[in-house]
């Protein structure tokens, strides 16, 4: 058993009637039981319910025919994790003779990451793809208008009739509204050059901030929180305001009721895989500008075609589908990237990231920082995250700051485990998700019913979105994204305040 214990897959034997008999520390972590509890029981628990219900149908006719289906062979199927959720896993089985009697042993890997990160290259495949194809319309549609302006022009030098004139003049601002538009598809396309200067990000931001406050109503409550100094960074002063204008005006079109908007800047440091891997940017420090409305929200379908252009949520006539494109394809071409975190009914927080100049992490400092902050041995963690690909990654960093880990999708289900289970020392928990109980909501029902238990709340918002509810939160909030020594600081800090 010692053997198996130190392998790092997830092996797993059991009888020919589907009893499980060895079961090593890895199985136990992918599934969310101690080794233990899975001896002496049948392997269909590890299997959804349409799974488990054909299994030993499966198993009964490879053993009266010999005829395999996954014996031998492997294959992709889902697994079935002791807090109810599945992830996706590749499952080889191979069959032996022991004592008379056959014994299978599965090996298990987890394809929860290789799946995200082949959707995410697909994502930017795609993008690419439309870009490349974007770029070469718009070459072609500015020839065309560069020939339709110029004759425009030349028409309008040889007329003197007013009403003739004012056409012209119509015709040439509708022109020149086609060459903007060609404009923001060659940089989607990066057909077009951006020109990158040395730039202050705080003045860029307050200058489109004039503008922004002249398009919103009363109704409508701007606050800003520019930290000052801030490194210097390469970007298009002109292009920068313009994409800040363009979302915040989406901002306002989500918000038809009224609400707040919220633009921020910070120094931000990725030095960690974890960041760099949610992210999906290289190492390194950055600049981030981010603006938080709190309005409609979007949903996954919504998000993953943010960017691309013509996509839009607006009726026919109120929108392009030009506006985030545009944005993306600049701040790509800055050496940047672009993220989106959205909630139906909560709103929308649009990231700016800007590589600082001549500039690079510390990773020793970094990781130093992180090993300072190691967990006290025993201590278990209670993941709440309605998202299972962050909710895999955060249990994945709590397990290598030496932290046991329970995971729950919802605030209900964290209830559940809490009212059943002991040994749970802290939650950590979003703050938006569905069912009865957000992410407030589970800090009022502990508070109350488990006072000693030690909280800790995360949320991709700016914590002042908040106040739209009149919230008091008395709990430290960590912003996603952060950095794993960040996780580590703060979760330590529970702990010594306790």
Do not use: W
């Not at 029981?41 to 499966?58: E, S, T």
């Not at 002249?214 to 390469?234: E, W």
């Amino acid at each position: 058993m010692a053997l198996l214990d130190a392998m790092p897959d997830a092996v797993l034997v059991s009888d020919a009637a589907g009893t499980i008999t060895r079961a090593n520390k890895a199985v136990a972590a992918l599934f969310g039981y101690t080794p233990d509890a899975l001896i002496g029981r049948r392997v269909n628990v590890l299997m959804p319910q349409a799974l488990a219900d054909r299994h030993d149908g499966f198993m009964q006719t490879y053993l009266d025919t010999g005829q395999a289906r996954i014996i031998g062979r492997g294959r992709a199927v889902e697994g079935l994790r002791s807090d109810g959720t599945t992830f996706p896993l590749h499952l080889s089985i191979g069959r032996a003779e022991h004592g008379g009697e056959s014994h299978f042993v599965a090996i298990l890997h987890d394809l929860s990451k290789r799946i995200a990160a082949e959707e995410a290259l697909a994502r930017s495949a795609r993008l690419d793809a439309i870009g490349q194809m974007t770029g070469g319309i718009s070459h072609d549609f500015s020839n065309i208008l560069t020939v339709v302006m110029g004759n425009l022009e030349l028409l309008d030098a040889k007329m003197t009739d007013p009403e003739n004139k004012a056409m012209l003049a119509d015709a040439l601002e509708a022109a020149q509204l086609g060459a903007e538009l060609t404009a923001g598809l060659s940089a989607f396309g990066r057909k077009h050059t951006t020109h990158c200067d040395a730039i202050d990000i705080n003045a860029a931001c307050t200058a489109a901030l004039a503008l922004i406050k002249r398009t919103f109503d009363p109704h409508h409550q701007i606050s800003v929180d520019l930290t000052d100094p801030l490194p210097t960074v390469l970007a298009d002063t002109t292009q920068l305001q313009s994409a800040l204008i363009n979302i915040a005006l989406n901002a306002r079109d989500a918000m038809p009721d009224g609400g707040k908007l919220i633009i921020r800047s910070e120094e931000v440091i990725i030095d960690d895989d974890y960041i760099a891997q949610e992210l999906d940017v290289a190492e390194g420090a950055y600049v981030r500008i981010s603006v938080t409305d709190t309005g409609r929200g979007m949903g996954p379908d919504t998000q993953q075609r943010v960017f691309e252009p013509f996509f839009t949520t607006k009726p026919v006539g109120h929108g392009t589908g030009l506006g985030l494109a545009m944005v993306y394809g600049f701040v790509r071409q800055c050496g940047g990237h672009v993220t989106i975190y959205s909630e139906i009914g909560h709103g929308t927080t649009i990231a700016l990231y800007f590589p600082v100049i001549g500039s690079a992490p510390n990773k020793l400092d970094a990781a130093g920082s992180a090993r300072a902050h190691k967990a006290a041995h025993g201590k278990t963690v209670l993941v709440v995250e309605d998202n299972p690909q962050v909710r895999k990654l955060t249990a994945a960093r709590l397990k290598e700051l030496g932290y046991g880990v329970r995971e729950a999708e919802h605030g209900d289900g964290a209830a559940e485990i809490l009212q059943n289970e002991n040994g749970i020392d802290a939650v950590f928990s979003d703050l938006v998700m569905p069912g009865e109980l957000d992410g407030l909501a589970l800090a009022r029902h502990i508070v109350a019913t488990y006072p000693n238990m030690r909280i800790l709340l995360t949320s991709g918002y700016a914590e002042d979105i908040l106040s739209r509810h009149n919230e008091t939160v008395e709990h430290d909030i960590l912003r996603k994204p952060y950095r794993q020594s960040d996780l580590a600081k703060a979760l330590s800090a529970l702990f010594e305040d306790g």
